[in-house]
């Protein structure tokens, strides 16, 4: 162990830390030394999103000490920018220990003279968001990780728009952060008169907004019976989503009871993803015994959707998150169309990293479509800036995230879940499905499918083999890739693309950020981006070709799987 990761040790042993800390770091010295080490080789970062870590002592965990920490250096921020007052909201949702993350953040605040409005139990991350621009917040804060494992927690920081950081903030943030050296720098307590709980009434509002969003309520009301299956994977979503449907008029709703209750263990999946089909194979049990239409699922903090739905020989799948994105931004440009409701500045709004079909539906529609960053931070950045100008109908990304609308400014996984299960009613009520519906759009557009594959990197040293990962990727771009010419080469964090035929480069106008994407002569693209959450290196591919007919639809499917699987295995990349 080297003499940092020492210093580190001995100050978390002094009379600062509580005794269960002390008592947990010392056994961690006489059992694990390994573990000691990577509990303490460095400062959990506090990125642009905030923290997300393993949970225990140590300066590299969730704990209270760097929650503490955090949300003093924030609150110096918010005080410095703000003089006349700060209010804030804090949510959090059922991992073990985000209620009481949530309070020590509420009680530092609070110790800092900040107004604070704190949800009384768990709340999905987008009613955070919600809350932030109906309180009039200056900022807010959710504790969660997400989707990560039961041994991660989080800490997401919002600014007054109801999205997460941006710059300048989230580097200003992140600066007056990192000069929080103690703990003993942390004011503790003292503010208690300062925080003031928000509940059910609450809830009722946020309903009621999401409610509004509906485009066929008429459809509902004649389709209410449309069986529907719903999972919160033991997380927020139980809170509202049932709620939110009744609202909209569904009356056939089915709960996957042993994922019911909320449960920071997660006892019935290894990771409470709605992306992967093992956290959803409750729901798909029950979808297909109740005979259902459709089958939806949320992730712990409600912010992620999965869905599933019948195939065309009667077998239960799951759609990926760039199909249901598909689906969701034809919905709302179709039916605002068909309902007398588009405008001729209509925008909507995706990632670099989405599928391209997205693009070509909205061009067809004469629809304004822009890419952002990976982020729903992005996508509600550009809405500020186009604010007045363009009209915000729809944004999302591959990473089963959707934002309907623009009173959230994050991805909303129980709003989606509305929409989602009226546009299954429009197609029921034109004796359809949503996945029939999908290879309709594919006939329409051209078949495009999509892959991502995720390597981990864990350890001390996993960052620095991701880091080297791309560098190589810079240094010696490849020049073909599955035996096809590789023709043109973007680099976000150079904010450069260079055309390999001409050997022209041009600037990329969009923040700089660790992203490649390389395109190739036959319109497919592999983009690699190193997660800003998690030690892992994300690579996703985009492959395409005509659909002449629905028929052709399994044979085009499976030569593009083919494709994809050709690419992955010459570029010797393992998921």
């Known amino acids: ?279 959803m194979s409750l729901g798909l049990k029950m979808a297909k015994a109740l005979d259902a239409d459709i089958l939806c699922g949320t992730d712990p903090d409600a912010d992620r959707i999965a869905i599933g739905v019948r195939n065309n020989q009667g077998e239960w799948v799951l759609m990926n998150g760039n199909q249901t994105a598909v689906l969701a931004f034809n919905y709302l440009i179709e039916a605002r169309r068909n309902k007398g409701l588009a405008k001729p500045n209509d925008m909507v709004v995706t990632t670099i990293v989405t599928t391209p079909l997205i693009d070509a539906m909205a061009e067809k529609n004469g629809i304004a479509c822009y890419r952002v960053l990976t982020g729903f931070k992005w996508i509600a950045d550009l809405i500020r800036q186009k604010e007045g100008q363009e009209n915000y109908v729809i944004g999302g990304e591959e990473s089963f995230g959707l934002m309907i609308g623009d009173q959230i400014r994050d991805k909303d996984g129980v709003s989606a879940v509305a929409l989602l299960c009226e546009m299954a009613a429009v197609e029921r009520a034109q004796g359809r499905s949503l996945y029939q519906k999908m290879i309709d759009l594919y006939v329409e557009y051209g078949l495009y499918k999509e892959k991502l594959i995720s390597i981990t990197k864990k350890g001390m040293d996993g960052q620095q083999q991701i880091a080297a990962m791309m560098e190589g990727y810079r240094i010696h771009p490849p020049t073909q890739i599955n035996g096809v010419a590789v023709v043109r080469v973007q680099d976000y964090q150079m904010r450069q693309s260079h055309d390999l035929l001409s050997g022209m480069k041009t600037a990329l106008t969009l923040p700089a950020s660790n992203v490649l994407i390389f395109e190739l002569a036959d319109g497919s693209q592999i983009a690699a981006r190193p997660s800003g959450t998690e030690p892992k290196i994300k690579f996703y591919f985009s492959v395409h070709q005509s ?12 030569a593009l799987e083919r494709k994809i699987e050709g690419i992955i295995q010459d570029m010797q990349l393992k998921g």
């Not at 924030?74 to 003089?83: D, G, I, Q, T, V």
């Open 1 to 279: 162990m080297n003499e940092s990761i020492e210093k580190r040790v001995a100050t978390w042993m002094s009379d600062a830390f509580d005794a269960p800390t002390i008592e947990a770091v010392s056994r961690l010295q006489q059992e694990d030394p390994a573990a000691l080490a990577d509990a303490f080789y460095r400062n959990l970062e506090f990125g642009t999103g905030g923290l997300r870590g393993l949970m225990g002592p140590g300066t590299n965990r969730m704990n209270k000490y760097t929650v503490g920490m955090a949300t003093q250096g924030f609150a110096n921020y918010l005080n410095r920018c703000f003089p006349t007052g700060v209010k804030v909201a804090i949510a959090h949702d059922s991992r073990n220990n985000s209620r009481f993350f949530a309070e020590t953040t509420a009680q530092v605040f609070a110790a800092n003279g900040i107004e604070v409005f704190l949800f009384e139990d768990m709340r999905p991350t987008p009613e955070l968001s919600y809350a932030i621009r109906q309180l009039g917040c200056q900022a807010g804060v959710v504790c969660t990780a997400s989707h990560n494992p039961k041994e991660y927690n989080g800490y997401k920081a919002y600014w007054s728009d109801g999205s997460q950081l941006v710059p300048p903030h989230d580097k200003n943030v992140i600066d007056e952060v990192e000069k929080i050296a103690s703990v003993q720098e942390v004011k503790w307590g003292g503010g208690a008169h300062r925080i003031h709980p928000l509940g059910i009434d609450f809830d009722r509002q946020y309903i009621e907004m999401v409610k509004g969003l509906s485009v066929y309520p008429e459809t509902i009301e004649q389709q209410s019976d449309l069986k529907i299956v719903y999972t919160p994977i033991h997380g927020t979503g139980i809170k509202l989503v049932p709620d939110v449907l009744k609202a909209y008029g569904f009356r056939n709703i089915h709960i996957v009871q042993e994922q019911a209750t909320p449960d920071g263990n997660f006892p019935t999946v290894e990771y409470p993803n709605p992306e992967e089909s093992e956290a």
């Open 547 to 558: 659909l002449p007919d629905a028929a052709q639809y399994d044979q085009v499917d499976a």
